[in-house]
Each structure stands twice: as C-alpha cells, then as structure tokens.
C-alpha cells in the first residue's frame, strides 16, 4: 500500500504542471504556518498524530526513566548522569571546597541501589559499577566537611562494602593520556577515502569485526556519558531482506546487503523532555565513529536515511518490537565492497560555506 502511494506521488510529481501547482500551494501554506507561533499550531492541527507520537515517545521514555529507578538493570544511566556530573566537579579549575550538594546523597542512594542487586542476576556492567565506586571515592577524599548532606553520604557509601578491586578510574591529569601517532594527513585521507557504498560483495561480515568497530563507536562523545543508543545487528539474510525492505532509501538494493544494522536512540534514559533530541546527537556522533572504523577493518557502509514518516514508523516499531520510546535514528548497511561497483562522487561544499568566524578583523 505504502509503495503504491509513493510510485502515485512520483508519477504525479513528474508532471510539470502538477509539480509547479504543489510548490505553489506548499509555498502559500508555509508562508503563513511558519511566520508565528500561532500559524505553526494552526499548522499542526491536521497532523496532530504525527507530532503527537513525538510527545508519547517522549513522555514513555520519562515513565520509563522513572519506573526503571527500582528495578535490576546492567547499566543504570541515572547514575552514570551523577557520577559524570561528579568528574565535571572534581576536574573544575579552580575547584570548589564544596560541591555537588545537591545531588551527592541521590548520587549514593543510586549507587546503593545498583550494588544491592541479588545474586541471581549476573548482567550487571562491572565497569560501570567500578567507575561509579572510583569516583564517588575521589570524591569524598577531596570535598571538605562542614556540609551535613555531604557527611550523610560520606558515612552511607563508607558503610557499603568494598567493590571489587582497587583501581583508578577516576579524573586523571591530561598529560597521562596516551598519545596518538595518527596524522592529520591520516584522517583525512581517511575521511576522503570513505564513500557510501551500496553494492557488496556475497560475502559475510564476521561479527568480531562489528563488535571490533563499536569500541571506537562508544568513545565517542556522549551528554552526561549516559550512551543513549544501541545498534542492533540483523546478518541473518531473510532478516536482513524484512528490515532494510521498510525504509524507502535502500529501494534498489537491499536485496543484496550483508549486515544491516539498525541504530537506535533510548528515551526512557531521561527525566526531562528538555534531552529529548540528545539519543539523536549521541548516536549520531556514534555512528560516525563506527562507519570510520569499518574502513579500518576493510568493510563499507551507507546510510539508509530514516525519515519521521508514520506509516513506517508504525511497520518498524511492529517489525522490531520497539516500545514507544525506543527511536529508530537511522540504518546501516555494511559489508565488503564490490570493488566494480560505482560509487557517487559527492562533491561536498566549500570550507567558505560551512563555517563563518564572527567579530574578527580581516
């Protein structure tokens, strides 16, 4: 039905005369809708559905968010958001005797909480649980007394049993990070090299190789170190052929990628609705790390756009047992190029149209 509709559309697009009248009556609408507040709600009203299963994604998530505070889990992100908030503290130039007031005791109570998991439940992130001991430890050795908040939590975390192993995974001085040999000259050609590549090779892709990629993927920058994202990985071919078979932009060759992987963003990860265009970002920035390094390890990628279109929204979130927070951000396709195969040359823009530098003399 939905291809029906969409080979309709194009067809009627394709006369001129049709095409000319929708610009016009689109670019009449739009005047009026976008130049207030006032004309985009008018706006809005007709596709109330579409933007409210924005706001139902948004309110699962922060229902999530909170239902999720008393129950087991491998990673707890309202405690990575604390502890990471805490590095921010500690590493402060000048730093503060006192700080973190606010949330030092939830900050502990969050700990706790983690740490008080029954024996029977094994999926629990160690280092996540050694980074939050390590610097909730810092922490406490280098804020002063005289708060009765700080020395509440200071005695509740004293009184917990140790976690694991003594280590030092906590703020360290910038000077101990370990150098890179890598070139500019080397990213760049690099970043020049790389091309979206659509036709592969009948050949599959080792999953060592996707997990080997996704190390550099989650070292990328992410708000509050909360990771927001996961990739889920179809190399099974008939799931391969249903999944990338939805999106509209794999249409032509779908049928003949090896691995397919669906990028998604987590809402329930955040109590405000102020982040909920941060899963995007962070998985974004993710991605661009994983695609950089399968072509370290040989293997190319294209990204299969995914646009906020209802009907396929609905058949993916179907397809892949989403929950209304869970947010399809984008797809990949991946494998081992065709080495006959072309590849689009892409002419990207002048440097002099991609930034501007403001308030300097020229």
Not at 239 to 251: E, L, S, T
Not at 321 to 337: D, F, T
């Given at each position: 039905m939905i291809g029906t509709l969409k080979r309709f559309a194009k067809n009627a697009l394709a006369n001129p005369t049709?095409?000319?009248?929708?610009?016009?009556?689109?670019?009449a609408v739009l005047e009026a809708a976008g130049s207030s507040r006032v004309g985009a709600t008018l706006y809005s009203l007709p596709g109330f559905m579409t933007f409210n299963r924005e706001q139902w994604a948004v309110l699962s998530g922060r229902r999530g968010y909170?239902?999720?505070?008393?129950?087991?889990?491998a990673n707890h992100?309202?405690?990575?958001?604390?502890?990471?908030?805490?590095?921010?503290?500690?590493?402060?130039?000048?730093?503060?005797?006192?700080?973190?007031?606010?949330?030092?005791?939830?900050?502990?109570?969050?700990?706790?909480?983690?740490?008080?998991?029954?024996?029977?439940?094994?999926?629990?992130?160690?280092?996540?649980?050694?980074?939050?001991?390590?610097?909730?430890?810092?922490?406490?050795?280098?804020?002063?007394?005289?708060?009765?908040?700080?020395?509440?939590?200071?005695?509740?975390?004293?009184?917990?049993?140790?976690?694991?192993?003594?280590?030092?995974?906590?703020?360290?001085?910038?000077?101990?990070?370990?150098?890179?040999?890598?070139?500019?000259?080397?990213?760049?050609?690099?970043?020049?090299?790389?091309?979206?590549?659509?036709?592969?090779?009948?050949?599959?892709?080792?999953?060592?190789?996707?997990?080997?990629?996704?190390?550099?993927?989650?070292?990328?920058?992410?708000?509050?170190?909360?990771?927001?994202?996961?990739?889920?990985?179809?190399?099974?071919?008939?799931?391969?052929?249903?999944v990338a078979g939805i999106p509209f932009g794999a249409a032509g060759y779908s049928h003949q990628i090896p691995t397919l992987i669906v990028v998604k963003g987590d809402l329930s990860n955040y109590f405000s609705p102020r982040d909920r265009h941060v899963p995007y970002i962070d998985a974004s920035l993710a991605t661009m790390g994983f695609i950089y390094a399968l072509e370290t390890l040989g293997l190319s990628s294209s990204v299969i756009n995914w646009p906020d279109f209802e009907p396929l929204e609905a058949k993916m979130a179907k397809t892949l047992s989403l929950k209304p927070h869970q947010r399809v951000i984008m797809l990949l396709a991946v494998g081992y190029p065709d080495p006959d195969a072309l590849v689009a040359y892409s002419q990207k823009k002048d440097i002099a149209n991609l930034r501007t530098f403001h308030g300097l003399e020229r």
């Amino acid at each position: 039905m939905i291809g029906t509709l969409k080979r309709f559309a194009k067809n009627a697009l394709a006369n001129p005369t049709i095409r000319k009248t929708y610009n016009t009556a689109n670019r009449a609408v739009l005047e009026a809708a976008g130049s207030s507040r006032v004309g985009a709600t008018l706006y809005s009203l007709p596709g109330f559905m579409t933007f409210n299963r924005e706001q139902w994604a948004v309110l699962s998530g922060r229902r999530g968010y909170y239902r999720n505070l008393g129950r087991h889990r491998a990673n707890h992100v309202e405690l990575r958001r604390n502890v990471h908030r805490l590095e921010k503290g500690i590493l402060m130039q000048p730093r503060r005797d006192v700080f973190a007031r606010d949330y030092i005791e939830e900050t502990v109570e969050f700990y706790e909480a983690a740490a008080a998991r029954p024996a029977s439940f094994s999926n629990m992130d160690a280092g996540e649980m050694q980074w939050a001991h390590d610097v909730l430890a810092e922490y406490f050795s280098i804020v002063t007394d005289g708060d009765e908040g700080i020395a509440r939590a200071r005695a509740r975390f004293n009184g917990l049993p140790p976690h694991g192993t003594p280590s030092d995974v906590h703020p360290y001085p910038q000077r101990m990070l370990k150098r890179t040999d890598i070139t500019y000259d080397q990213v760049l050609e690099l970043a020049q090299s790389r091309r979206s590549i659509r036709w592969f090779e009948d050949k599959p892709v080792p999953r060592e190789l996707i997990d080997k990629a996704l190390l550099v993927a989650r070292q990328s920058p992410s708000a509050c170190n909360r990771l927001p994202y996961e990739f889920e990985v179809f190399d099974e071919p008939e799931q391969v052929k249903q999944v990338a078979g939805i999106p509209f932009g794999a249409a032509g060759y779908s049928h003949q990628i090896p691995t397919l992987i669906v990028v998604k963003g987590d809402l329930s990860n955040y109590f405000s609705p102020r982040d909920r265009h941060v899963p995007y970002i962070d998985a974004s920035l993710a991605t661009m790390g994983f695609i950089y390094a399968l072509e370290t390890l040989g293997l190319s990628s294209s990204v299969i756009n995914w646009p906020d279109f209802e009907p396929l929204e609905a058949k993916m979130a179907k397809t892949l047992s989403l929950k209304p927070h869970q947010r399809v951000i984008m797809l990949l396709a991946v494998g081992y190029p065709d080495p006959d195969a072309l590849v689009a040359y892409s002419q990207k823009k002048d440097i002099a149209n991609l930034r501007t530098f403001h308030g300097l003399e020229r």
